[in-house]
């Protein structure tokens, strides 16, 4: 069935990396978030009211922000998918995120107006009428979200939607607590303790701590976090694959938004190569990435020097310091000054998860002290890079 409506309102299905694909099936899923949602508030809030439960009408209006954050997501793919003009030469793309972040404000919103109503019912419960064909109504909003789950978490990794999966996760969340409210108005009917404050207590938190989730990835994003480790690889991959290529470092995704990455590294290439054949390999990989993942891709080619018997016996050694002082530390771009009494190496040196001046300090001094262990001409002249990719 999926597939069905997804053949009819979303042209070109297939070609999910085009930005104008992305933006139909962004509009696709929110429409049908909106009017599913809206068809489960307008079910929800009558027996609510009729049973008198504030579990049940706190659902019902947490499916009235589920619509309009449907509705911002439509608005926000569409001022997304805008072409890129002079003031926003890399495009609009990052508007998803800002729609994403809208959404996770409601979805705290709800939550908190819920916690406050569940903490006013606990001071002064009030009794829940029980109807069993209300409770199979409900019972029947349950299936409709787990079907909104499958879907929007179906198409978010069809088209890498951020915004499309978070979706998904808050249908689920809605699914989960539509059951707990169910389960309270059942039990409800057999207790006199105030089971459905409590349900609407426990469900105020569990819908704030989806707002919590889904903003903090969108900030994550719009701050820059680490890129798609997958995406990574593949780049790193393809660029190895070119005729010559001995080692890949450097490699920085740029994100403007979702289907509007670009990225840049250094290819390593032996140095007695000719420059012209080397430049048509670095070319051809650009265009093969920029084909295959469509990410347009700027690869700077560092020279290597090779049939060196000093270079590779230094580059030998100093793999050995480096795996008893750090191990899993990479280092790249080494070089060689060579004289009679000192013998300069340059590198750069790789340190994961961004550690601390004092710990890049400690490690660079116990590199260097260790390497002129190994002969006294060594001198050390270590540059600490970034590692930009994540996958350190």
Not at 29 to 35: E, K, P, R, S, T
Not at 235 to 261: C, F, Q, S
Not at 326 to 335: E, F, I, M
Request: with cysteine; aromatic share 6%.
């Amino acid at each position: 069935m999926l597939d069905f409506l997804v053949r009819k309102f979303v042209p070109n299905a297939q070609q999910v990396n085009d930005p104008a694909v992305r933006t139909a099936y962004s509009v696709f899923a929110g429409a049908m978030g909106i009017v599913l949602n809206i068809l489960l508030f307008g079910v929800k809030l009558p027996i609510g009211m009729i049973t008198g439960s504030i579990a049940i009408t706190s659902d019902a209006f947490n499916n009235l922000s589920d619509m309009g954050s449907s509705l911002i997501t439509v608005i926000g793919a569409r001022m997304a998918g805008r072409r890129p003009d002079r003031e926003h030469p890399f495009g609009h793309g990052r508007l998803e995120y800002v729609s994403a972040l809208i959404v996770a404000f409601l979805i705290l919103l709800v939550g908190f107006e819920l916690l406050k109503e569940s903490i006013g019912k606990l001071a002064q419960p009030q009794p829940v009428d029980f109807n069993p064909v209300l409770v199979g109504v409900l019972a029947l909003s349950v299936l409709v979200k787990v079907f909104m789950f499958y879907y929007n978490r179906t198409l978010g990794r069809r088209i890498q939607s951020t915004v499309m999966r978070a979706t998904a996760s808050d249908s689920l969340n809605d699914a989960i607590t539509t059951s707990a409210v169910v389960a309270a108005t059942i039990i409800g009917h057999f207790v006199t303790w105030p089971i459905d404050a409590l349900a609407g207590l426990a469900l105020s938190l569990l819908i704030l701590w989806s707002g919590y989730g889904v903003a903090k990835d969108t900030i994550d994003l719009l701050l820059g976090g680490k890129p798609d480790p997958e995406l990574v690889k593949r780049i790193a991959a393809m660029v190895m694959e070119g005729e010559g290529v001995t080692g890949v470092h450097d490699l920085i995704i740029h994100d403007y938004g979702p289907g509007r990455v670009m990225a840049s590294v250094h290819a390593e290439v032996p140095s007695d190569q000719d420059i012209m054949h080397v430049h048509e390999v670095i070319d051809a990989t650009e265009q093969r990435i920029q084909r295959e993942l469509g990410v347009p891709i700027v690869i700077h080619m560092d020279p290597i020097l090779v049939h060196s018997e000093k270079l590779d016996k230094a580059n030998a050694q100093l793999r050995q310091v480096l795996d008893r002082v750090a191990p899993g530390v990479s280092y790249h771009d080494l070089r060689m000054t060579d004289g009679e009494n000192r013998i300069n190496l340059i590198f750069d040196l790789v340190l994961p998860d961004g550690p601390s001046q004092e710990k890049s300090q400690q490690v660079v001094r116990e590199v260097g002290e260790k390497m002129a262990q190994v002969d006294p001409r060594y001198r050390c002249v270590i540059h600490v890079d970034q590692d930009y990719s994540g996958l350190m």
